[in-house]
Every structure is written in C-alpha cells, then in structure tokens.
C-alpha cells in the first residue's frame, strides 16, 4: 500500500481541525501516511490554541509524503474560521472537500478517507440533501448501500437501523434487507478485516429475543428467516448464531468470541460499544469502493478551540483506515 489515507477538515470551526493536528503530531507513521485538508493560515491559529508549532508541507497527488511535516492539500474558506461558530458561508467548501477527496480515492490517488466531523444543519442551509456523511458517501461511491459499523479493540456493532424513532423499528426491519445486511457484514469482515471465517452474533429485537413469539413475533418472522437466507448464501464460510438477548449479549466471553454483533436498533448496538470505550471507539462505513472511517464524536463547537478535544477516536480512525486499506490492497493484489 504506497497511497496515503486523507483526512478531511469536516467543518472547521469544530474540533476537527484540533485532533486532526494532535493526531498527526503524536505519531511520525501517521505523518507520513497521511494527507489533512485544510488553510493553512487557519491550521496554523489552531495550532498556536494548542501550543504547537507544525511544520506544513505542501501535498499533490501523486507527490511523496514528508514525516517531519504535516502533509496538507490545501483548500481556502471562504469566510473566516471562529471557533466555536459555524459559518453557513464555509459549508459548500465542507462539502466539496468530501467529494474532493472521494474523487482522489475513486482514482487511486489515496487508499483511504477519515472524516472529521460536520455539522448536518449547518450544511442543509447550503442545500446538503442527506441525512449524513455515510448516505452522502454511498451516493458518491455510485450509489452503493453503505452499512454504518462501529469498531474499537474489544467490539464490532453493526445497527440494522439506524436513525429512525424506536416505534418504527420494528416495521422497518425485513427479511430480505437484514439478509443482506448479514450478507454485507460477512464479506467485509472477510475483505476488510481479514477474518476468514467470521463469527457474528445477530441480536432479537425484543426482550429475551422473545420468548418463542410469546414477546413479539419479529425474531420468528423476520429475524430467523433472514439468518437463514444468509447461511444458505453464505455456506460455511461463516457462522450467524442468533437470534440472541441482546441483555445477555455483551460479556466478556461473548466480546471475545463474536467477530461482530448485528442489533437492531440504534441503541441496542451503539450503547455496549460505547460504554466499553467512548473515546477510543470509530465509525467505520462498509460497503464503498474505497475505504471510510471516522471518529464516533461531532463537532463539540462547546469545547472547539480551547485546547480540550482529545484524538483518540480519530487516532484509532487513522489505524482502522490503515488496516483496512493494507487488507485490501493484499487481496486485490492475489487475485
């Protein structure tokens, strides 16, 4: 893998900026693997919040890395960065600095790409027509379903859905689509993550995964259904056991023995992750024709430019880019 990962600013008067500069800072091997975008000028008055002094070198595509610099692709905002206030005027730059860097990995030019932060509203006032960074993502990627994963050292979570009211779970999920989603799931970790043969737990729905259909009928209707569909797709290159109680689920033992848990909801799936490690965990898209990963964290405009984000998230972000770029390129390059 010879490509840099690319790192976009996200809105800039978040943290973004902040622990993209204390990521690169804390690590030579990230320097010299990684590309940010961003005004320098701006950087530079992040920077000095931070008490640091970088070196800027300036990246083209195609151009060599330095480790002693932060290697940047410029871009210019067309108003004024105040921390802390996000200006409607940035917003079509935020989102042009997405697809900037979708173009560069679609090409080749980068092998990877980890989004700081956006924020949504802000970018709707410039007529942004998705609900997020991962729906924008799969429409750049030629339409793809992009499958929104959360990941740290100790857990892989996958929500069957994501960002709907509780009451509509339950008539959003379908046979077919959470087939698919296990499908999906399974040929990522096998691409992705390099696990041959996966282990992937797949949660009920209701309490107790319920009881035989005595506490709702979605795992004898939906949920069993789809795990079979999948095995017959599947064969035995991978194991879906479920459905599970999610309130049993999440122990020790279990964390050790799953290669990913499929819940069904928001929270059922983000609530373990993030109790096992909220500042270390990653939001990780499957599904693309390039490699996606973010820190789990917005843009925190309360705490933007007072020197108190911490880059853990979007550290490990940089680390699951990486490894999943060098899986990647390992297997096109056996085929």
């Not at 929104?148 to 959003?172: C, D, F, Q, W, Y």
């Not at 970790?189 to 797949?202: C, Q, R």
């Not at 035989?212 to 194991?239: H, L, R, V, Y």
């Not at 122990?251 to 909801?265: I, P, Q, R, S, T």
């Amino acid at each position: 893998m010879t490509a840099p990962l690319i790192i976009t600013p996200g809105d800039p008067a978040g943290i973004g900026p902040e622990i993209a500069l204390k990521a690169l800072l804390s690590d030579d091997t990230l320097r010299a693997s990684c590309v940010l975008m961003g005004e320098v000028s701006h950087l530079r008055n992040v920077a000095a919040s931070c008490e640091v002094e970088p070196r800027f070198h300036s990246w083209t595509p195609g151009a060599p890395l330095l480790s002693a610099a932060i290697n940047l692709l410029e871009v210019a905002w067309p108003a004024p960065v105040i921390a802390g206030q996000p200006d409607p005027k940035n917003a079509p730059l935020i989102i042009h600095a997405i697809e900037m860097a979708t173009s560069l990995a679609l090409q080749g030019h980068i092998s990877g790409i980890v989004t700081c932060p956006i924020a949504k509203s802000n970018l709707y006032e410039a007529g942004f027509p998705y609900p997020g960074h991962t729906e924008y993502l799969g429409a750049l990627s030629g339409d793809k379903t992009a499958i929104m994963m959360l990941a740290n050292k100790a857990l892989r979570v996958v929500p069957a859905t994501i960002h709907i009211p509780l009451s509509k779970v339950g008539e959003s999920l379908t046979k077919q689509g959470l087939c698919d989603l296990i499908i999906n799931v399974t040929q990522a970790l096998w691409h992705d993550f390099n696990v041959a043969e996966p282990k992937i737990a797949i949660c009920g729905l209701n309490p107790h995964a319920g009881e035989n259909g005595t506490i709702g009928t979605e795992e004898t209707e939906i949920i069993i259904p789809a795990i079979k569909m999948a095995e017959s797709n599947i064969g035995d290159k991978a194991q879906i056991i479920g459905p599970l109680a999610a309130d049993s689920l999440f122990h020790a033992e279990n964390l050790a023995a799953f290669d990913c848990v499929v819940g069904m909801y928001h929270d059922q799936a983000l609530i373990p992750i993030k109790t096992i490690d909220f500042h270390g965990s990653v939001n990780i898209t499957l599904g693309l024709d390039f490699v996606r990963t973010s820190p789990d964290h917005g843009t925190a405009f309360d705490i933007a430019g007072k020197n108190l984000a911490r880059p853990e998230s979007l550290i490990n972000a940089l680390y699951f880019a990486q490894d999943m770029a060098r899986n990647r390129f390992a297997l096109a390059s056996s085929d």
